[in-house]
């Protein structure tokens, strides 16, 4: 059974930090393999993809994140991270992390087949 879990969601004042951390497991082919993503749903708005990270680490973020985000990954303990700095009110959603195999790294939610149940993120003024 594929499981990802998510965790290190909080509610954080705007300028803030939070990092963001994924366990996977029960996953049909070696963790390497998958090309891993962290996606993002506000409040009456759609999903969207945040940022991926593929399996030569060659890593992709939406516009609104750049600079201040930063994706990695520990192959070896199967998890997948969120670094979270100088964060913003519109940042606010439920974070999602999500698993490709052998993806190659765009930001499409469609393209992703493995999901976790998300973790809150909040941030005020």
């Known amino acids: 059974q594929v499981q990802l879990v998510e965790s290190g969601g909080g509610s954080v004042q705007s300028g803030g930090s939070l990092r963001l951390a994924c366990v996977v497991s029960g996953l049909r082919w070696t963790y390497y393999q998958y090309c891993m993503g962290w996606f993002r749903q506000a409040p009456g708005k759609e999903r969207g993809g945040v940022a991926t990270?593929?399996?030569?680490?060659?890593?992709n973020y939406a516009e609104s994140v750049k600079g201040r985000f930063t994706v990695s990954r520990d192959n070896d303990k199967k998890m997948l991270y969120l670094e979270m700095n100088s964060l913003k009110p519109e940042d606010t959603a439920m974070y999602y992390c999500?698993?490709?195999?052998?993806?190659?790294?765009?930001?499409?939610?469609?393209?992703?087949?493995?999901w976790g149940q998300g973790t809150q993120v909040t941030v005020s003024l």
């Open positions: 990270i593929r399996t030569d680490g060659r890593t």
């Open positions: 999500a698993a490709h195999w052998n993806g190659g790294g765009g930001l499409l939610e469609k393209d992703f087949d493995n």
